[in-house]
């Protein structure tokens, strides 16, 4: 019992000591807490328009200037962190449950790998952004159907990488231990396997949540993202493309919250690949 907590510290070491994960965390630390805290941080109510005030350029009263409805831009952006954010985040749950289950049990059973990674394959001959405003054109523009969307679109991916982990892990010695015993399989996948792939699994998810926030930028701005007066990095960017010349401050200061928040899931994502991939320790 005193190995867990050594080899927990002795992790978390490298981890700290690895840059991409240091710079990553402080990254992704900071703007969950901008979209946390947004309530107390932001300046002026983002939904309140301000008609004297419109398109005002960054100043000392609003630092990220205005948009045509006077509304303040940083307080926008901090309230579209909470939302990007929370679709990101749910998006990788929704992706990872569905990935990891549909990719387990067609790597593990081999009469279920057929079916299951056929319709994995005929979901990954869409290229995810056209899938993911296929779906969310269907089921209307909503905050859940937007995260339906994506998690949709990129589940594919993570059942590949979950599948290609299981395949590798089943042929492992303690799996014909553990069978020789008379533990069951569906066992020895959830409680043996699967504990074992987490590493690329975690790494992916990183990544998915990253994608996850470009994609709803996307969405947003062919108008299939969550609808108005919902404050989204997306949605942010969208509102100001017609306004590029005149307040190019309205989609700039979005633009540079996505490009914070992907470079630091990225990184983190390179960071946990680095200590948790054992083929990179030699």
């Known amino acids: ?18 840059r991409s994960f240091a710079i990553g965390v402080v990254l992704v630390l900071v703007m969950v807490a901008v979209a946390i805290f947004a309530d107390w941080l932001t300046p002026f109510d983002p939904l309140k328009s301000n008609v004297r005030a419109r398109l005002a ?9 205005t948009d045509h409805f006077g509304r303040d831009i940083l307080s926008r952006v901090m309230i579209g962190a909470r939302i990007s954010l ?10 990872g449950v569905a990935g990891t289950l549909s990719g387990a049990i067609a790597g593990y059973f081999h009469r279920l790998d057929q079916p299951i990674m056929r319709i994995m394959d005929a979901l990954m001959a869409f290229p995810s952004i056209v899938l993911a405003m296929v779906v969310s054109a269907v089921l209307g523009a909503s905050l859940t159907n937007v995260v339906i969307a994506l998690a949709i679109a990129t589940t594919p991916h993570t059942a590949r990488i979950v599948r290609a982990s299981v395949l590798l892990e089943k042929e492992q010695e303690y799996i014909a231990a553990a069978r020789s015993i008379g533990v069951g399989e569906w066992t020895i996948l959830f409680k043996h396997v699967l504990r074992n792939v987490a590493g690329p699994l975690i ?26 007066p919902t404050a989204s990095f997306g949605s942010i960017i969208a509102q100001g493309r017609d ?39 030699f």
Not at 1 to 18: C, F, K
Not at 203 to 228: D, N, Q
């Open 86 to 95: 929370a679709i990101g985040a749910f998006t990788a749950v929704l992706a």
């Open 1 to 18: 019992m005193q190995g867990t907590p050594l080899v927990g510290r002795a992790l978390w070491g490298r981890l700290l000591r690895n």
């Open 243 to 281: 306004f590029m010349r005149e307040a190019p401050w309205i989609t700039v200061f979005p633009g540079l919250a996505i490009i914070a928040c992907v470079l630091g899931l990225n990184l983190l994502g390179d960071g946990l690949r680095d200590v948790l991939d054992p083929r990179l320790k």
């Open 57 to 65: 350029a960054p100043d000392a009263a609003h630092w990220f200037g």
């Open 203 to 228: 790494v992916r998810l990183t990544y998915v949540f990253a994608i996850a926030i470009l994609a709803e930028a996307a969405l947003s701005f062919v108008g299939a993202g969550p609808p108005p």
